[in-house]
């Protein structure tokens, strides 16, 4: 994968929803010529940093008119999305309809994307299975090991917001950090350091590394985020809420229910 591929996609949301979606519950968002003061929001290790509720309303909202637009504004091959030759989903599953997100946890326009996304995939059937997929190449490399360690943890949950948060939110986590730097970090959040730095390096955690590389170099990902549906198209809408139609009429097609 080229080096390329670590530089995130231009600002692809509505102005109203990029200026604020990355709030945290207890996080006030700066406006022109108004001096605020930001609270960090508290959780437990086992808990994720939860987003504004107005917030999530708004992204709920969203993703329920891209959800409704798909019915009406078919996506067409080249201007919407690109097909893939000889595309493989991420992880194949019988009877379901696979959804991947390819992000970088140091990409602002992904931090944007998180609650949005979120929303969106509450509101899918039961045969779409959303998966979210970190950069695996170059300067993100481990940041993307820090996502698998998580989910080989059984701390995804937990620390996924987390990293959103501490780089792009109260930026306590430069986002070049290397695996010990972000291990210590962890650990001043309540994890384990240790533990965790230790399975950053694990063989497990390395090949799933590799499986995500070899999947984002065959689904040509130019920038994050980038969504890619049952391996077979490669998302290109002009917005974030235009990627969710998208990939709600790809769905759709999948599915047997719409064209």
């Given amino acids: 994968m080229s080096t390329n591929a670590a530089l995130p996609r231009r600002m692809r949301l509505p102005a109203l929803i990029a200026m604020s979606l990355l709030a945290i519950a207890g996080c006030q968002q700066k406006s022109p010529g108004a001096a605020t003061s930001a609270t960090k929001p ?6 994720p940093l939860p987003f504004d509720a107005r917030l999530v309303q ?5 993703a329920t008119q891209a959800i409704a637009e798909a019915k009406s504004k078919p996506a067409v ?3 919407d999305y690109d097909e893939i030759a000889n595309g493989q989903p991420f992880q194949p599953l019988d009877g379901k309809v696979e959804v991947v997100e390819v992000f970088a946890y140091s990409c602002p326009h992904c931090a944007d994307f998180e609650p949005l996304l979120e929303a ?10 959303v998966t979210p997929l970190p950069l695996a190449g170059g300067a993100a490399s481990d940041l993307g090991r820090t ?3 998580a989910l080989k943890t059984g701390q995804l949950a937990a620390i ?3 990293m959103f948060y501490g780089i792009h939110g109260d930026k306590s986590l430069p986002p070049a950090s290397n695996g010990d730097g972000i291990a210590a ?8 350091a240790k533990t965790f730095r230790a399975t950053m390096a694990s063989p497990e955690v390395q090949q799933q590394m590799q499986k995500a590389h070899d999947f984002e170099v065959r689904s040509g990902i130019e920038g994050t985020p980038t969504l890619i549906v049952n391996g077979k198209y490669r998302i290109k809408g ?3 809420l235009d990627d969710l139609r998208i990939a709600s009429a790809l769905i759709a097609r999948e599915s047997g229910t719409g064209k």
């Avoid at 508290?42 to 808990?47: E, G, I, K, N, S």
């Avoid at 708004?58 to 969203?62: C, E, I, V």
């Avoid at 970090?185 to 384990?192: E, T």
């Fill in 147 to 149: 996502y698998f360690a």
């Fill in 120 to 129: 969106w995939t509450k509101q899918q059937p039961g045969n779409v299975r």
């Fill in 58 to 62: 708004m992204a709920t909202n969203a």
């Fill in 77 to 79: 091959a080249g201007k």
């Fill in 160 to 162: 996924h917001t987390r």
């Fill in 185 to 192: 970090w962890l650990g001043g959040q309540g994890f384990d």
């Fill in 238 to 240: 002009p917005s974030q």
């Fill in 42 to 47: 508290v959780a437990t290790p086992t808990q």
